[in-house]
Structures are given as structure tokens and as C-alpha cells.
């Protein structure tokens, strides 16, 4: 099977825009919540640095339940954030994996490290979607998802370079906005890949 993105990234941005319309409250919580966590998680210092290779994985699942969760007009809870801890050996495998796969490839060339990157950047999705999946079937899917999709979205998020400048300008208070926005984009950008695959003959 074979991903095929139907969407222009302009209008992937528009309908993430129109989905969070008058629904902005809860992800700017969330977003608040993340902010602080990782705030004190980069702070200085080995316990710390440990802490945030736990809770990595577990939190990016619980952000795409809730993401996934908007676009699919489902009922959206905060408690949805906390599904990655429920599930938190594969999360944590499967980012731990996930890092080990991009960083070495980062070893040997920095371009290689970053299409890497765009390979794997559909695992937790699919670990969402797919919970049967082992961990390098989901690494694999998602390998297989993002062939010939990994510059689209490099320049969706390249789209997206303006409001992290404006993020950071507004000493991080930006963040509160530009991390709803982006999430429900990139979940946006899943959807169309799954809603349309295809397979070889077609």
C-alpha cells in the first residue's frame, strides 16, 4: 500500500484553523501543561535529563489521543493526555527506538538524520491506531506512510516558521497557540495519508 496526500498544506492549515475555531480553551491548557512540564524537565542536571527520556514517549501518545481526537470530532478530555502513561512500556520503547534509529543515522550525515526523522514522524499516530502493531511494525507503517510524503511535510512545517519566531518574540506565551495549531495540522496531515491509501496497482 501506498500513501497518497490529497490536501495542499494551505488547506490543511485552514481546515486546523476551522476545527480549533471557538475551541481553543481546552488545547491552550494543554499546551500550558506541556509548556511547564518541559520547562522543568530541561532544567540542568542528570535527574532531570533521565526524567525527560522517561515521560518523551508517554507524552507525545497522550498528544496524539488528543489531538486525533479533535479532528475526528470525538469527545476531547484532558484526561486524554494521560493515555500515554497508561500504555507507558511501548510509548517508551517505541520513542527510545525512534531516537536510536534518527540518531544514528545523524552520525553519519545530517540530512540522512533529518529524512529519518520525517520517516518515523507518523509512529505515534499509528501506535494510536494500531495498538497490535509491534514496535518496528510501527516504525515500518510509518516508514511506508511517509514514502514520498516526507518533503510535503518538512514544508507544512517549514509553514509553520513564523509562528515559532512569534513564539519565542512573545517570551514563550506563543507557544500556548502555535502548539494547538501545529498538533492539529500535522493530525490533519495523518488522516489524509490513511484516508487515502492506495495499493501498488491502482
Not at 45 to 60: E, Q, T
Not at 61 to 71: D, K, V
Not at 134 to 140: G, P
Request: with cysteine; hydrophobic share 50%.
Amino acid at each position: 500500500m501506498i500513501a497518497v496526500s490529497s490536501i495542499s498544506n494551505q488547506d490543511l492549515m485552514t481546515q486546523a484553523r476551522d476545527i480549533l475555531r471557538g475551541k481553543w480553551t481546552t488545547p491552550v491548557l494543554v499546551s500550558l501543561v506541556y509548556v511547564i512540564v518541559i520547562a522543568i524537565l530541561n532544567q540542568p542536571g542528570v535527574i532531570p535529563a533521565a526524567l525527560s527520556l522517561l515521560v518523551s514517549g508517554p507524552i507525545a501518545l497522550g498528544f496524539t489521543y488528543f489531538y486525533l481526537a479533535i479532528i475526528r470530532e470525538q469527545k476531547v478530555d484532558t484526561n486524554l493526555l494521560t493515555k500515554g502513561f497508561t500504555e507507558f512500556i511501548p510509548s517508551l520503547l517505541t520513542y527510545l527506538l525512534t531516537l536510536l534509529l534518527i540518531i544514528l543515522w545523524m552520525i553519519l550525515l545530517i540530512i540522512p538524520g533529518i529524512m529519518a526523522a520525517y520517516s518515523y514522524a507518523l509512529v505515534f499516530y499509528i501506535r494510536r491506531d494500531q495498538p497490535e502493531l509491534d514496535i518496528m511494525a510501527t516504525l515500518n507503517r510509518s516508514k511506508a506512510l511517509m514514502y514520498g510524503n516526507r518533503w510535503k511535510l518538512c514544508y507544512l512545517h517549514f509553514r509553520f516558521f513564523g509562528w515559532f519566531l512569534l513564539s519565542i518574540i512573545t517570551c514563550g506565551i506563543g507557544f500556548l497557540w502555535f502548539l494547538p495549531y501545529i498538533q492539529t495540522t500535522s493530525a490533519l496531515f495523518y488522516e489524509d495519508l490513511i484516508q487515502n491509501e492506495q495499493s501498488p496497482q491502482q
